[in-house]
């Protein structure tokens, strides 16, 4: 599962970049939560929970149904 979600994280990291940000993977466990790091512009921006929420998590789910939880660190 681990290199799924890496694989989705590579995937919507160009979208983030583009607006200053950037994500990195710190941890999947066995029973499915994902834990990221926002980085960049990410970090201190007001929206972050909406980025994290609606567009990381959303995509991530949709790539890898296994997943059942996308938190920050």
Not at 38 to 64: D, N, S, Y
Request: include cysteine; charged fraction near 35%.
């Amino acid at each position: 599962m681990k290199e799924e979600v890496k694989k989705a994280l590579e995937e919507i990291k160009p979208h983030l970049k583009a607006d200053g940000g950037d994500v990195e993977l710190v941890d999947v466990t066995e029973d499915g939560v994902v834990t990221v790091k926002l980085l960049g512009a990410c970090e201190g921006c007001p929206m972050r929970e909406m980025t994290l929420t609606q567009g990381i998590t959303r995509f991530i789910k949709k790539k890898v149904p296994q997943v059942k939880e996308v938190k920050a660190a």
